[in-house]
């Protein structure tokens, strides 16, 4: 009888030959992996942050659909609320700003009077400016509280001393003569080269006096009244936008906020006002009348408060 020459492993060659293979895979597979993570196929990192999240899945009480509460989002703003006040109330302006974001003071009314000193020769010839020597330091005193946002409401161009000083300004009547408003206030021609200045120049002089805001009201032809009689204006639109171009302009390298009053009309397609929404829409922000709110809803206007 023939005997076998094979032999049956010992349980320890049998366990030696085990670790080798397993040693070799182990190998095999780390390099595999670096291999991998130098071409940039595998991150260590990801891996790392997946393994977190098997092992420490998110509370039951949390299910994994709901959505988290977003805190980066930004809280939306709340309507900008000012106060109008009066210039007798100038040295109480701080206390009855109180509760508002801001002051609003009459700096050019429609009878062309300013609220303060200027030194415009053609405000002197209207006798426009204010005839308080203070009230230039008063203002800016004010417009340096810390934390009181003053704004100057400025009548654009509806200014009844600067027509009476210079009629050849105005906007005129058919028949000739400077045309007048139903409040017998007169209006001046945004197309002149003298107006244009003369309000360039105002706005420079608020600038300087610290406020942080103009606010041009009566910006654009008149819309109420006798205009049957107001003779026509070419390109109405054409040359509001180049005024307020100027305008914009002028003041770009001072720190103050350029707002404008809008109107209603303004969303039409032929705007007897000549502004345009795409005119309101290059300023700093948009004001309106309480009436006009919802036409301009566009633009989220301020409503213009009434003279405290």
Not at 28 to 36: K, R
Not at 51 to 75: K, M, N, Q, R
Not at 165 to 192: F, I, K, M, T, Y
Not at 225 to 234: H, K, M
Request: proline content about 7%; glycine content about 8%; overall charge negative.
């Amino acid at each position: 009888m023939r005997h076998s020459s094979y032999h049956t492993p010992s349980l320890p060659s049998r366990i030696g030959r085990v670790l080798l293979v397993l040693l070799c895979s182990a190998g095999v597979l780390s390099g595999g992996f670096l291999l991998l993570c130098g071409l940039g196929v595998l991150s260590p990192a990801a891996i790392s942050q997946q393994v977190s999240a098997w092992l420490h899945p998110p509370a039951a009480s949390t299910p994994a659909s709901a959505p988290a509460e977003d805190l980066s989002l930004p809280e939306e703003n709340d309507p900008f609320q000012g106060v109008f006040l009066s210039l007798d109330q100038l040295a109480d302006a701080q206390t009855l700003a109180d509760g508002y974001d801001g002051v609003i003071l009459p700096m050019k009314t429609a009878d062309g009077a300013l609220g303060y000193v200027s030194a415009l020769p053609l405000a002197a010839d209207a006798g426009a400016s204010s005839g308080d020597p203070d009230r230039n330091e008063v203002l800016r005193a004010l417009n340096d509280t810390p934390g009181l946002y003053t704004v100057a409401q400025v009548s654009c161009l509806r200014d009844s001393a600067l027509v009476r000083e210079e009629p050849g300004l105005s906007l005129h009547r058919v028949s000739g003569s400077p045309w007048l408003d139903e409040s017998r206030q007169g209006w001046l021609d945004p197309a002149q080269p003298q107006v244009q200045s003369y309000l360039i120049g105002l706005c420079r002089e608020l600038a300087q006096l610290g406020f942080d805001e103009i606010l041009l009201t009566d910006c654009g032809f008149p819309t109420q009244g006798d205009l049957d009689s107001l003779r026509a204006v070419e390109e109405k639109e054409e040359t509001l936008e180049t005024f307020c171009r100027q305008l914009q302009g002028a003041l770009a390298d001072t720190p103050v906020t350029l707002s404008v009053m809008g109107q209603r009309d303004s969303v039409t397609a032929d705007p007897v006002s000549g502004q345009t929404t795409a005119l309101l829409a290059t300023f700093g922000r948009v004001w309106t009348q309480a009436e006009d709110q919802e036409a301009l809803a566009a633009f989220d206007p301020v409503v213009l408060p009434a003279v405290s």
